[in-house]
């Protein structure tokens, strides 16, 4: 028997559960998978309202919108 099993045959029933809910958590975390590299096709789609707006005004925009 491990440690880990010896500390959990000490608790309660309903500590239990909580550590299994854990372990599940911290499996599904940790196996999330990755999609691939990203992606930059939308880079430049913008350019044409380069021209109307700069950092700032978008920033304005923005603040108005919230």
Known sequence: MTLLDEKIQKLPPYLVKEVIDFVEFLSTKHNVT??????FS????LAEFS???????LQKQVLEWR
């Open 34 to 39: 990755r999609r691939g590299k990203l992606k």
């Open 42 to 45: 939308w880079f430049g789609k």
């Open 51 to 57: 021209k109307d707006y700069d950092a700032l005004k």
